[in-house]
């Protein structure tokens, strides 16, 4: 998960500080991803740094550390969107893509449709590049056949499985 894009997309829509963040917006998220404080706070320091987020406000309340509420910048909403494109147009594994998923609000979903679709375009060609692969198994050592055929039909299905998603995606973009 691109902790950036998840920072910038929650911020889009809302200030907030790092605790809340960690507390109300993370905790369903558990089971799909593990953010420690530091993590967290050197992301905002980052996305500080880069102009994309500010301070807005310094609460301070009886005997409690002080908490900085962030929100997004103009520059921080246009690399919101980038950020999104760049991960669609380069991503190798699809879990990489599900912090994106939940800002696609933020694109212009045309735009993002023809990325989608060259994506598409890309896994289809290494799919033919496996299934041409096939007919060489057999250049393989006899002992290690058994595990490279096991390997190409996992990357196949992969594939697959992956291009299937991506057409349901475009689909949900689309409408």
């Not at 967290?40 to 102009?51: M, P, Q, R, W």
């Not at 900085?68 to 991960?87: C, M, N, Q, S, V």
């Not at 380069?90 to 879990?95: D, E, G, S, V, Y």
């Not at 060489?136 to 990357?155: G, N, R």
């Amino acid at each position: 998960m691109s902790l950036q894009i998840f920072i910038l997309g929650v911020l889009s829509e809302g200030e907030h500080h790092p605790y809340d963040l960690k507390k109300q917006v993370f905790k369903p998220l558990d089971h799909y991803t593990s953010i420690n404080d530091g993590t967290l706070y050197y992301n905002f320091e980052v996305l500080t740094k880069k102009g994309f987020i500010q301070k807005i406000k310094v609460i301070q309340t009886d005997n409690r550390p002080e908490k900085t509420t962030y929100g997004i910048t103009d520059k921080g909403r246009e690399a919101l969107a980038e950020e999104i494109y760049a991960i669609f147009q380069n991503f190798t594994h699809i879990t990489s893509l599900y912090s994106s998923l939940l800002f696609l609000d933020k694109v212009d979903r045309q735009k993002l449709g023809f990325i989608i679709e060259a994506s598409i375009s890309r896994l289809n060609k290494k799919l033919q590049l496996i299934e041409s692969a096939d007919s060489k198994l057999s250049d393989a050592p006899d002992t290690q056949q058994k595990a490279v055929q096991l390997m190409a039909e996992h990357s196949h299905q992969s594939l697959q499985n992956d291009i299937a998603w991506l057409q349901k995606l475009l689909i949900e973009v689309r409408s």
